[in-house]
Structure formats: structure tokens, C-alpha cells
């Protein structure tokens, strides 16, 4: 097939949404699909393997690496309209892969123009999410009816939308998607086999031999929820009474409000940033922890990060977000939202009790393997592609997946 893959954002970049966006399309480029990227024109020059990758024209002074609201975005996502005509024409593309509010409008625009379908992968909804972004009262609540406008607006528009998760899926379908217009399909990543020691992870990152390590990887924007995180180790570090412990974050970009939150909440004593500018520093600081965490809220979004923990087979404690993949007491302990007492108690237990956090780690591996690898996840992702062009002869594999063909 011949697919235009749609990211509004910088690329590359080591962001989940990111990470995930360039590895689908590896993913689908290694199955002798034809895959065109187009995102932002800021992001390092690296590109993927296997696919054509394409930026819109860069704005001067538009080097941001991270997403979010921004004043040039409008236009920003005008030259993306264009960019995306012109690489539907040139290519004879089949099928548009939007990824995020931004690239599904540029989508179902120039579907409309081109009659190219058009699939819309919702990572999150923005009724949620936008108001993170935002930091008086008004602001945010401004923030969310514009963002329950776009949930409601956007995503009935495309020809087929995948949701992340059944949480997501329901919210779409009561904002107006047709049930048989919406697959869930989780996200996935590679599977890294090559996860270093702890020991080896940690004389590189200078930790010294006894030290409990906490670790987080990912960005520090709001919707992350790092409060309820340094509540949670402030309790943790005040139970123990000893200054071997530490709280290991690995953040693509360096943000002075959060040291700010780490002195409001006196741990700054205990947190240590790591910047990374590639997903290998980060799965250092994952190597090196005792015990990862994810505090986000549940919420539409489904985080990447969590992936990368359970792939490195690490023990994970999470808030709500967690529980749309980890059983609490299985393959990871799932604690409630804005709960740091909770969040503490549960770190404890980890680092406490090592047959308990082995246990974890080998079960957040398993899951991991069984269901949230590109092995599972592309051919579900085909079938939406099928489903779009009605059945269309994609190769054997789509039409097995579609139950169009038989197997051997």
C-alpha cells in the first residue's frame, strides 16, 4: 500500500508520541508497505528506517522539540494542508494516517479534496488534556470547551478512527463516531532485548552501590501529574530517614518549574535529572531503577513510557493511567489517582521486598510480549486500512487478518 503517515510535531524527537509515530512506520515499511511521513519542519535531522520522511516548510525560529499549544501552530498546520496535497498527488497515496487533532483536519481536508480515505489514530481527547497546559482557572476552563469541541467535531469526520483504549473509544462513539467506525487497538514499541545490567546502567550514571532508585521517564508537562510523584517520594524519603535514595527522571527537555515543584515539595535533595536527547539515555536511567513509576491520571491518554517499563521487565507502580494495561499485584501495583500516600506505600513494598518486585518485572515483561509488540499490533492496523478501501487486495497478510484469505 501506499500510505501518508500525518504527525503534527516535531520529528524526531524522543517524546512517546514521537517514538511511536517513526516506529509504526518502520513497522509498516518491514511489511513492504510504501510509507511517507510528513510532521513539523523542526527535529533533528535522523530520520527512520525504511520510509520516506518529509517536513513542511520551517518556520524561522520555530526550533521547539516538544508539543503542545503554540501561537505559530495555525500556521504551522496551514502549510501542512499543502504539504499533504502535494504528497497525496505525487505519491498516489491510498490511505491517510493522521496522528493528533492537528494532522486529522490537514487529513480529512485534503481527503475531501483527493477522496483519499483517511484514519485518525486518537492518542488522547483534548477535553482532557488541553486545560494541562493552561495555569489560571479560567484559562483552563476555556481550554476545555475548546478541546470538548474538537473531541466532538474531529475525529467523526475521519473515515475510521483508532482509539488507544476502550476508555477512549467510548467517549468518541458518545461524541458521534459510529461504533463499527472505531477499532481499539493498543499502542506498541520495539522489543528491545538488549536491556543492559542494573549494575552496568548505574556505574555509568555514577549511583553508588546501595542506592534505592525511583525512575521516571518522559516529560514534565502538567497532564503527567509529577505533583502527586514528589508528594509521594517527600512521604517515602521522610519514612525512611536516610539519604540513600533517589529519584532518577530522564526528560528530553530541562524545565525550571520543575525544580521548582522538587524544592516546594524538599526533594530536591533526592531527584536528579538526567537530560536525554534519544531514546538510549532513557533506557539507561530505566536500567538503572529499582522500580519505575507512572503518576498519571486516568485519563484518555496511554503512555509509551509505560511500554518501555514493562519491556525492560522492571518492576512499575502506577496511578490510574496504569490500569488499562497492568492487573494491581500481577504485573505491576496500581494505585489511585492524587493518592501520594498511596503512591509512597506502594514504592515501599517494592523496594522492600525483591522477590515481590522480581515477580512484577518477569509478569510486566510477559504482558508486554504477548500483546503490545508491533508483531501483534500491525496487522490490526492493516485491517483498518482494508476496512477503509473496502476490501481491497493488500496481500496475504491484510487479507487473513480481514478473514478474507486462508492459511496455510
Known sequence: MRIAMVAACP????????VFVEQMSESLAGRGHSVH??????????????????????LPGDDRMRSGPSIVKPLLDVLMVRS????????????IHAHNYEAAIAAILVGARSGVPVVYHSHNLMCDELPTYFDSAVARGAAGIVGGGLDRLVPRRADHT???CTYSAEILERNGVERERISVIPPAVDDREAWADKHAARRALQIAPGESVIGYLGNLDRYQNLESLLSAVAELSARR?????????????????????????????????????????????????DVVVLPRRLGSGYPIKLLNYMSAGRAVVA?????????????????????????????????????????????????????LTWKSVT??????????????????????????????
Open 84 to 95: 499533504l496535497l502535494s504528497m497525496v498527488r505525487r505519491e498516489r497515496v491510498e490511505v
Open 241 to 289: 530517614g536516610d539519604s540513600n535514595l533517589t529519584l532518577l527522571v530522564a526528560t528530553h527537555e530541562v524545565d525550571e518549574a520543575f525544580s521548582r515543584l522538587t524544592r516546594r515539595f524538599r526533594v530536591d535533595g533526592v531527584t536528579r535529572v538526567v537530560h536525554v536527547d534519544s531514546f538510549e539515555g532513557g533506557k539507561r536511567v530505566i536500567e538503572a531503577s
Open 319 to 371: 496511578a490510574g493511567c496504569g490500569s488499562k494495561v497492568l492487573e494491581d499485584g500481577v504485573d505491576g501495583l496500581v494505585v489511585a489517582d492524587d493518592d501520594p500516600l498511596a503512591m509512597a506505600d506502594a514504592l515501599a513494598r517494592v523496594l522492600s521486598d525483591p522477590e515481590l518486585a522480581n515477580s512484577l518485572a518477569a509478569n510486566a515483561r510477559k504482558t508486554f510480549r504477548e500483546s
Open 162 to 164: 483508532i482509539a488507544l
Open 37 to 58: 511521513l510528513l510532521t513539523y519542519g523542526s527535529g533533528r535531522e535522523v530520520t527512520g528506517r525504511g520510509f520516506a520522511h518529509e517536513r513542511i516548510p520551517r
Open 379 to 408: 496487522p490490526r492496523i492493516e485491517s483498518v486500512y482494508a476496512q477503509c478501501l473496502d476490501g481491497r487486495d493488500l496481500g496475504e497478510d491484510v487479507r487473513l487478518v480481514c478473514g478474507q484469505g486462508q492459511a496455510a
Open 11 to 18: 520529528f524526531p524527537s524522543p517524546q512517546g508520541s514521537q
